[in-house]
């Protein structure tokens, strides 16, 4: 606001008496008539018929702070403070800040119309009130700001009647160019007044949602508690004291509210509090706000008993762009279907509530023909639209629940000017305070339209209301407390209420449905997407034995994939689409066929394994694998041109699958191995390889056969002559001792000794055994096949 002059501080309060002010004025006239009369004659425009125009009136900004009471009745004192700053390049002079009260506002399109007003209107803004408190600033510098407060009893503001008034707060002074009293800026709020309770109440239902945007990756450690990998930790943020959602939490507590919650977030914050994990680059680390998750739990859990709690479909799916863009994609509306059967296990696990599922809520209330099928496609038979859309052409505000279409959907038809009046920033205090004086003057208009017939009205704010409009909207709630022309009633019972006969009960056509919500839709490549990684979840879950393992996590972030929170974000929309597809393509590739070299088979008969890998941390089964020979007239199996044989393989291990072959043909057979499942659908990527067939023929036997008969003969031959060589030296050696013996004994006769023992045998080696036969199966060896692999018989 600037600089802020000092001064001002000093001429805070409730300012002069009318009988001090009528007297200042007198003396101002006294003095300053001499010096009129000695200026020179020129052509001046007199301050009495100076129109005021918009760019005067807007010379300074004049900002309301504050307003109390908000709401005032009888012998309260209200009290208005702010600041006033001069945005003009003159220094201002003699300035007074003026309470003006307008008269009461009729209907609820003029309060409409007043808010949009600017600079000041001398045919419609009153004049300041003569018996009001002033606050004079003597001095005020291009740039500078003053504050101001300003305090006046009820009594004196002329408040005749129950209603609506305007209530503005004005500066008037001079500049160094324009020395004539004129006012240089206006800022005007409203003042619902209503001392005594009326005798119908209009029954308000305000929802409280609580709704973030998608956090949690498809992604999950490998423990047993399968510990969920996000995205970020940026919901932290929000949880922690003084964050987003603390705020919603802390603020609605204590506020007649019907809470609107997405299961996807008490599920992330679930998760969070029962520990997890951050993706940081190539690693997953653990997260470090587990306490922050467990305490916002508890506080929500205690806030939301006594209430009524409605829960969206899982992720709060964007039903406008299903309806627009993905209805004629196979399989989307099964998307929805399985995000509302997620929604009341997910609240009542965490909550320990029962809630309301039968509501759907499109962006901003927006309907058309097509939203509305989406919408009660899966079970919703309520839809909360908005009067932007569902227009009433009536005088008055009808009750927000009606029939809509053929009758078999109920509207609940939220009002637009309530709904929207806390959006845009509420971080400047002005803009907060203007909008909550104008809120409760919107609802005060409504119960007076038709003070005889109580009405049911619905509020459906933003989805994602900053921390300031939260507590912007719990202000107005607690303006509201005194339910003197309000009561608050939940959701439900707003859609049970019993319809006006003359509210609109036809669904608006889908050109006018607004572009502005069109252009922001999800694309249609989404929900081809989404098909895309459901498909190849649904053949990936039939081989595995534990499929939850990768069913629940992955069809969760399938459902987050098509959630409102993705709109105006389409890259990182389309990347967190391919990081799912991508990890569960990584999963199933985990079961894979190891790639084979190719085999040389020398014979009629063979058997060739096949090695099929499971890196999974779950076993694998229901799978077969199909070994094809693209040659049938050389290399069959089982006379047949394929064959299959089942798989079913342990976390962790491979499996060797044996397939039998006949070889009828020699050359190069193409062989393809493929995984399926039981129902035949190709799993994974077909393995190639070739084997080569080298069949011995007939003629080759005979002449093995002939090759064999002389290799008998020779030995036979070979056999005769080394024996008849043993025996013609058998009978030499037999001569030689014949010869010897009589020589010993010539010489035993000359000597008279005895013979002695004959030398002891020594025994050779056992002939060795031959070795086991080489088996006809492969290793069991995850490794692929060597180079020239043999495959023997």
């Not at 406008?320 to 509306?333: E, I, T, W």
């Not at 534990?546 to 389409?570: C, F, H, K, L, Y």
């Not at 290799?711 to 036979?716: D, I, N, P, R």
């Amino acid at each position: 606001m600037g600089e802020r002059v000092g001064e001002a501080a000093d001429i805070q309060g409730t300012g002069p008496s009318p009988a001090r002010r009528w007297l200042r004025r007198t003396i101002t006239v006294a003095v300053g008539a001499p010096l009129l009369a000695g200026l020179l004659q020129a052509p001046t425009v007199a301050p009495a018929a100076a129109a005021e125009d918009g760019t005067v009136s807007k010379t300074v900004d004049v900002s309301l702070d504050t307003l109390s009471p908000s709401a005032p009745v009888e012998g309260d004192t209200v009290t208005v403070s702010g600041t006033v700053t001069n945005r003009g390049k003159k220094t201002i002079t003699d300035a007074t800040v003026d309470l003006r009260v307008g008269p009461m506002m009729t209907s609820r399109s003029e309060i409409d119309q007043v808010s949009g007003r600017t600079g000041y209107r001398n045919d419609s803004d009153p004049a300041p009130l003569d018996e009001a408190p002033s606050v004079e600033i003597p001095r005020l510098g291009a740039g500078l700001s003053a504050d101001f407060s300003l305090s006046i009893p009820v009594s004196d503001l002329g408040l005749d009647e129950s209603g609506v008034y305007q209530l503005g707060v004005s500066l008037t002074g001079q500049t160094s160019d324009q020395r004539y009293d004129r006012v240089l800026g206006i800022e005007r709020t409203f003042l619902p007044y209503q001392p005594e309770a009326t005798e119908k109440k209009t029954q308000l239902t305000y929802l409280w949602p609580l709704i973030s945007s998608s956090h949690v990756s498809a992604e999950t450690a490998t423990d047993d508690q399968q510990t969920p990998v996000f995205e970020d930790d940026a919901l932290a943020a929000e949880l922690r004291p003084g964050g987003r959602l603390e705020q919603m939490v802390s603020l609605g507590k204590d506020l007649p509210v019907t809470w609107v919650i997405d299961p996807d977030l008490l599920a992330t914050v679930d998760a969070m509090a029962n520990g997890y994990r951050v993706k940081d680059g190539t690693v997953h680390v653990p997260g470090k706000n587990k306490a922050v998750a467990e305490q916002w739990l508890n506080a929500l859990e205690t806030a939301v008993q006594g209430h009524k709690v409605v829960a969206l479909p899982f992720a709060d799916p964007d039903l406008a762009s299903l309806a627009h863009r993905g209805k004629d994609v196979p399989g989307s509306l099964g998307h929805l279907q399985s995000a509302t059967s997620l929604a009341a296990t997910t609240v009542e696990t965490v909550l320990h509530v029962q809630p309301s599922t039968d509501f759907a809520w499109p962006v901003e209330g927006a309907v058309d023909p097509s939203i509305v099928a989406v919408a009660t496609s899966a079970g919703a038979n309520k839809v909360i639209a908005r009067s932007d859309s569902v227009r009433d052409d009536l005088s008055y505000t009808p009750t927000a629940a009606r029939p809509l279409g053929n009758g078999s959907t109920t509207a609940v038809v939220s009002d637009e000017l309530l709904s929207t009046a806390f959006e845009g920033d509420m971080v400047r205090t002005e803009n907060s305070t203007l909008a909550v004086q104008e809120f409760l003057a919107q609802s005060l208009a409504i119960t007076l339209e038709q003070p005889e017939q109580q009405r049911s009205v619905v509020v459906a704010p933003q989805r994602v209301p900053s921390v300031s409009q939260a507590q912007t909207m719990a202000t107005a709630l607690r303006g509201l407390s005194a339910r003197r022309w309000t009561t608050p009633i939940d959701l439900p019972a707003a859609a049970a209420a019993k319809p006006d006969p003359d509210a609109s009960t036809t669904v608006p056509s889908g050109s006018r449905y607004p572009k502005q919500l069109r252009d922001r839709e999800l694309t249609v490549q989404t929900f081809r997407d989404m098909k895309t990684t459901r498909d190849e979840l649904d053949d990936f879950k039939v081989v595995l034995t534990v499929p939850d393992r990768v069913v629940v996590p992955v069809g969760n972030a399938i459902n987050r994939e098509m959630s409102t929170s993705w709109r105006g974000q389409a890259r990182a929309a389309a990347v967190y689409r391919n990081d799912v597809l991508q990890y569960l393509q990584d999963l199933s590739e985990g079961i894979q066929l190891v790639d084979k070299s190719d085999l040389t088979l020398s014979g009629r008969s063979a058997t060739i394994p096949v090695t099929v890998q499971n890196q999974l941390l779950q076993g694998v089964d229901d799978l077969v694998l199909r070994l094809t020979s693209s040659n049938k007239s050389r290399l069959e199996l089982n006379g047949e041109r394929y064959a299959e044989l089942p798989v079913k393989i342990n976390a962790g291990h491979s499996q060797s699958v044996k397939f039998p072959v006949s070889a009828n043909v020699n050359g190069q057979v193409p062989m393809t191995a493929q995984l399926y499942t039981v129902d035949g659908t190709p799993y994974g990527q077909p393995m190639t390889f070739n084997v080569k067939v080298s069949e011995i023929t007939a003629t080759v036997m005979l002449v093995i056969a002939g090759g064999v008969l002389l290799l008998v003969l020779a030995g036979v031959r070979m056999y005769s002559q080394r024996k008849r060589v043993a025996a013609r030296k058998a009978e030499t050696e037999a001569e030689g001792a014949e010869e010897s013996g009589a020589e010993a004994a010539q010489a035993e006769a000359s000597t008279g000794t005895e013979p002695g023992p004959a030398p002891e045998d020594v025994e050779g080696d056992e002939p060795e055994q031959p070795s086991d036969p080489t088996p006809d199966t492969g290793s069991e060896s995850g490794d692929p096949s060597g180079p020239g692999e043999k495959v023997d018989r």
